[in-house]
């Protein structure tokens, strides 16, 4: 049993750590914090620990990895780029990655051997099949023209922000229907705080060295574009063979302006698996095993995708973004 002087401790030890309940449940351990919903007898419980069980409120940014690109076919490589990518943020000890995305581009794009989107779509779903935090999304791809990436990392950001709001009415819907009765209840104080230490989800641009390149290519991005990817956004970018990076960094006066935006992750297990490689690969009968997961060279030739016909698709055409942005200049 308790004595008052205990009780009162532990309550104070509650307010002073600013209303963050210290949980027990495997969703407190795991910094979930979406959809906890606590009973009030389960929070009380909760609040009841002795101190050194208390654990320490976990403060990091939650991080949302978006990867876009032509996935022309997804290969392990893209996979890795997100493991990577998660690995080195939470070894920061500042972010916690929620989830991972990869977004194919549309077929707008129009880039020399792009086959059709439902294609590069279905074996993106395939490789991530046993992911269990990257997810495939068909959003950008089902646009009816090519799509600026900084659109697209603004759709992704909106959308966590309507599920957090909407996560949010739900209570209050909720606590609407009981509010005479637990207007200032144990579960109300505790709903509300874990409501008010909830920071947003940040979406950030997750890519390759080339891909960190590409921006200092001219008429391709958009200045404004590349400083909202970077001020509004950050980027994670995986070292890539026959890409430097640090040096481009340098040589670009905006990418050096928010040097502190972009996260450089070194990748020392090294290998040069492109798309374009496995697509060379297939024209020429040759295997593709172990360098994309089996389920997609399964896919590729029970739909005989990749061979010469295929490579010229878009051929002769402008790259989207570039024909976009010549002539707006
Ligand atoms: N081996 C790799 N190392 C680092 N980044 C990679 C690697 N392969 C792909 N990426 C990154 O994955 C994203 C999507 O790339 P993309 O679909 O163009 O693949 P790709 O292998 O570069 O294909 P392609 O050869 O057709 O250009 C880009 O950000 C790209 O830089
Ligand atoms: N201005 C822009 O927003 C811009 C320009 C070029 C490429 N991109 C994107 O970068 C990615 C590049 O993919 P690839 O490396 O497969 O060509 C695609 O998702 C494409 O949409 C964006
Ligand atoms: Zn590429």
Redesign the pocket.
Known sequence: MRNIKEWGFCLNIWKIRKCTIPLKSSAARTGFKGKLHLSSSEAVQQSLLPPQNMEKSDDRREVVLL?T????PI?V??LR?FELARDYLHETGKYKVIKGIISPVGDGYKKKGLIEASHRLAMANLATKNSNWIEVDSWECSQKEWMETVLVLRHHQQKLANANTSDSSEKVVHKKGHKRKRENSYQDKTDRCLQESKVMPQVKLL?????LESLGKPNLWKNEDVIEILSSFGIVC???LGSNASNFIYESDILWKYKHMIHLVE?WIT???????IRRALRRGMSIRYLVPDSVVEYIENHELYNERSEERNSGIILEPLARNSKNS
């Open positions: 990867a690109g032509s996935f022309n290969t490589m893209h780029l890519c390759g060295a080339d891909m995986i070292t890539r990748e290998n040069d698996i492109s798309s374009t490689k």
